[in-house]
Nanobody
Framework: QVQVVESGGGLVQPGGSLRLSCAAS????????MGWYRQAPGKQRELVAG???????NYADSVKGRFAISRDNTKNTGYLQMNSLKPEDTAVYYC??????????WGQGTQVTVSS
């Protein structure tokens, strides 16, 4: 069993910043990859950023230069630093953790609202 918990969402003004956290716990031998996804009302869930166990990262074009994904392997925790936030970044943000031998696990999501 693997549990994934996101935190750090909230209401922020345009141009502001937020840092999301993703904590994985349970029967974890090693985390292969972590990814942050988001889903806005009426839209499909989309990949925002991903990071592998080796530290390789990838980003959606819409967030390049503004968001940064990182991870702390010692704590099985990942982060998404979001800067220069825009109203179109408003969505529920989900973390997906791929665990070796188990597959992918989703968290419950955290709401990010960018509004003045």
């Amino acid at each position: 069993q693997v549990q994934v918990v996101e935190s750090g969402g909230g209401l922020v003004q345009p141009g502001g910043s937020l840092r999301l956290s993703c904590a994985a716990s349970g029967s974890i031998f090693s985390i292969v990859a972590m990814g942050w996804y988001r889903q806005a009302p009426g839209k499909q869930r989309e990949l925002v950023a991903g990071i592998t166990s080796g530290g390789s990262t990838n980003y959606a074009d819409s967030v390049k230069g503004r968001f940064a994904i990182s991870r702390d392997n010692t704590k099985n925790t990942g982060y998404l630093q979001m800067n220069s936030l825009k109203p179109e970044d408003t969505a529920v943000y989900y973390c997906n953790v791929v665990v070796a031998g188990w597959g992918g696990f989703w968290g419950q999501g955290t709401q990010v609202t960018v509004s003045s």
